[in-house]
């Protein structure tokens, strides 16, 4: 190209008229983020069926330990592996475990982290864990991972039962990016979103479960 061509471009480039970015029209209203109350859990509880979750819907700890037992015998449980968040730490799991001959174990009872990964894939056949939240728009999990709900506990067992106290449950993300998010030096080591069990595919579009996380999930709402 020769310099008086390129000039002749540029210049009609400077004098085009510039470009009217139009206002982003208002997003719709989202009929979820109103949810509240009996509306909201209801509302999540379908949501966690859509996304071939197994809901329960229990009225306190001790329904929920009642539940987690009939689960054990269903699912033929005799050892698990337990996040030692504030959720589970409630329930007192080790003496339901004691009464129900299940074995629960807890990662910090492990001196190295070989041990604990050898534990947690090989000898719990569940795990049990608390939720941060529950968005009930999507039916997705919130986790915070830290040394009492470290990350591979959420994913190396094939079935994750987890529970959500009622006062976990939000109608939308938007409602608790900063709670979880806007406080400096008090973020978690990790945070992940699950929505339903762990899904994937190969080239010929065949589906299968378990490939990534979870096979199966289980999720007992309490209160």
């Not at 997003?27 to 949501?47: D, Y």
């Not at 037992?69 to 050892?79: D, P, S």
Request: aromatic content about 6%; overall charge neutral.
């Amino acid at each position: 190209m020769t310099e008086t061509a390129r000039e002749a471009i540029l210049g009609k480039l400077r004098a085009a008229p510039a470009k009217v970015v139009p206002e982003r029209p208002p997003l719709p209203p989202m009929k979820e983020a109103s949810l509240q109350g009996e509306a909201m859990i209801g509302f999540l509880m379908e949501r966690l069926a859509a996304e071939a979750c197994t809901p329960f819907r229990v009225k306190d700890s001790r329904e929920a330990l009642a539940r987690l037992t009939e689960i054990a015998r269903e699912e033929g449980l005799n050892c698990v592996m337990t996040s030692t968040d504030e959720v589970v730490a409630d329930l007192d799991l080790p003496a339901w475990g004691r009464a129900n001959d299940v074995k629960v174990l807890n990662p910090r009872q492990f001196a190295d982290r070989e041990a604990y990964k050898n534990a947690v894939f090989d000898d719990a056949q569940a795990s049990v864990t608390g939720a941060s939240f529950v968005v009930a728009e999507t039916g997705s999990l919130g986790m915070a991972h830290g040394p009492d709900n470290p990350r591979l506990l959420t994913l190396a067992p094939i079935l994750h039962i987890v529970l959500i106290p009622v006062d976990h449950v939000v109608p939308a993300l938007d409602a608790v990016v900063g709670r979880c998010f806007g406080r400096p030096g008090k973020y978690p080591s990790q945070f992940s979103f699950a929505t339903g069990p762990s899904l994937t595919g190969d080239i010929t579009g065949y589906l299968f479960r378990g490939m990534h996380g979870p096979r199966k999930v289980i999720a007992i709402v309490i209160g």
